[in-house]
């Protein structure tokens, strides 16, 4: 299963501002996966990033806020714009080499805006 | 609307004891299932995956699977303290495009 790189690992940002977030994987993947986790809850999907078109984002999440690159197949990267409180979460990357052999998850990053 | 659904816990088990997972889901159509584990403060690692019906052994760990049901579960046999953690059960549309991750169900094994 691939191995996927993720930082950064956590980060405290003021409101208003924004964090990119990157995902390196280390092989070849054609799908990626951007979720949102908050305390004590279950996986969030944001948007799934397929290289060469645009990400496709879930109900309740716009590009504007969460923009996200997939410049190749194996790195992706989530923006989290103009961020406020609400937005303090770990946010997880994740990638399959094939749907049928499950998800790989990044390590996650553990945000907290103030 | 596409749904796995699990207790969401806790359920405690005495160290050594089995401990029984269950979730269902909505989407009849699924057809692969799959367990992660997911320590506090850590991403979910894949465990354990299962696509036809009947049981799928690994180790210590036991995954059922009955589509007619739409019910799988894991068991976790001679379940240790390092085995405390949220499990969380996904299913693969039945489009092979996405997955359904359910809440997931803390398990806590009391030495």
């Known amino acids: 299963s691939a191995v996927i790189s993720q930082k950064p690992s956590r980060d405290i940002c003021q409101r208003g501002t924004s964090l990119t977030i990157q995902c390196q994987v280390d092989s070849q993947v054609t799908m990626m996966f951007w979720y949102r986790q908050q305390p004590g809850q279950s996986l969030t999907l944001i948007a799934t990033?397929?290289?060469?078109?645009?990400?496709?984002?879930e109900s309740g999440f716009v590009i504007d806020k969460f923009p996200i690159s997939r410049p190749n197949l194996t790195f992706s990267t989530l923006t989290v714009s103009n961020m406020s409180p609400e937005d303090s979460s770990i946010y997880l990357c994740?990638?399959?080499?094939?749907?049928?052999?499950?998800?790989?998850f990044g390590s996650g990053t553990r945000l907290t805006v103030v | 609307q596409k749904e796995v659904e699990q207790n969401s816990g806790p359920l405690s088990v005495p160290e050594g004891a089995i401990a029984s997972l269950n979730c269902t889901y909505s989407?009849?159509?699924?057809?692969?299932f799959f367990w992660y584990r997911q320590y506090s403060g850590k991403s979910p690692e894949l465990i354990m995956s299962?696509?036809?019906?009947g049981d799928k052994e690994d180790g210590r760990f036991t995954a059922q699977l009955n589509k007619a049901s739409q019910y799988v579960s894991l068991l976790i046999r001679d379940s240790q303290p390092s085995d405390s953690a949220t499990y969380l059960c996904a299913a693969l549309d039945n489009y092979g495009q996405n997955f359904v991750f359910g809440p997931g169900t803390r398990l806590s094994v009391l030495p």
């Open positions: 990033a397929n290289q060469g078109s645009e990400a496709t984002y």
């Open positions: 299962i696509y036809s019906n």
């Open positions: 994740s990638a399959t080499t094939g749907v049928r052999y499950g998800y790989t």
């Open positions: 989407d009849r159509g699924s057809q692969s």
